[in-house]
Nanobody, 114 residues
Framework: VQLVESGGGLVEAGGSLRLSCAASGSIFSSNVMGWYRQGPGKQRELVAIITRGGNTNYADFVKGRFTISRDNARNTVYLQMDSLNPEDTAVYYC?????????WGQGTQVTVSS
């Protein structure tokens, strides 16, 4: 089982980033996938989820700014993040939903400067 996140970086407030998560087929094909994040000194929290059929749901704090999508042929899930603000600074992880603690990857750091 493998989840590999990428696409993070340093961006100014108001900017955008697109995160990617490549998953092994065994966990991607039939699962709801999610993006989670953990900010400095905070607990890990759910950001967005997407079903295999493309239905999505978002945490209130990202609604209207972030878009989750998936490419089932490539076993990849994406997170398009727009209108970023400093409160979005965190390590971003993908996982199945509900989360499986055995699947956490390294995550990708997103830092938003004011």
């Amino acid at each position: 089982v493998q989840l590999v996140e990428s696409g993070g970086g340093l961006v100014e407030a108001g900017g955008s980033l697109r995160l990617s998560c490549a998953a092994s087929g065994s966990i991607f094909s039939s699962n709801v996938m999610g993006w989670y994040r953990q900010g400095p000194g905070k607990q890990r929290e759910l950001v967005a989820i997407i079903t295999r059929g493309g239905n999505t749901n978002y945490a209130d704090f990202v609604k209207g700014r972030f878009t989750i999508s998936r490419d089932n042929a490539r076993n990849t899930v994406y997170l398009q993040m727009d209108s970023l603000n400093p409160e979005d600074t965190a390590v971003y992880y993908c996982n199945v939903y509900p989360r499986n603690t055995n699947y956490w990857g390294q995550g990708t750091q997103v830092t938003v400067s004011s």
